[in-house]
């Protein structure tokens, strides 16, 4: 089970923090990401951070404003999102899938685990 918090609404040019905890046997050991979906767009790729050696994976639109990170003792994610935009307006999905290869990452089919999704405005 995934389950994600953190989501609200804040101003452009703000931050936000989302979290993600996976529980259950089948959710250790895994990649985590974040996908986003905006009202009346297909569903997009955040981030992802590796289990197996941390290396993190950012789509364009997000690079260098936004952080994955994990603790594999706890087995949870953040997303620290700096410096936010009205685009970055959507629902905020946790996902998580194992050994998923480099060329999948940014395919939400590459992951078999979801959370319910956390709700992000940033108003202009």
């Known amino acids: 089970q995934l389950q994600a918090s953190g989501g609200g609404l804040v101003q452009a040019g703000g931050s936000l923090r989302l979290s993600c905890a996976a529980s259950g046997r089948a959710l250790s050991r895994v990649d985590m990401a974040w996908f986003r979906q905006a009202p009346g767009k297909e569903r997009e790729f955040v981030a992802n951070t590796r289990w197996r050696d941390g290396h993190t994976y950012y789509g364009d639109p997000v690079k260098g404003r936004f952080i994955i990170s994990r603790d594999n003792a706890k087995n949870t994610a953040s997303l620290q999102m700096n410096n936010l935009n009205p685009e970055d307006t959507a629902i905020y999905y946790c996902?998580?899938?194992?050994?998923?290869?480099?060329?999948?990452?940014?395919?939400?089919?590459?992951?078999?685990?979801w959370g319910q999704g956390t709700l992000v405005t940033v108003s202009s």
């Open positions: 996902a998580a899938g194992s050994s998923i290869i480099t060329s999948n990452i940014r395919s939400s089919s590459a992951y078999h685990y």
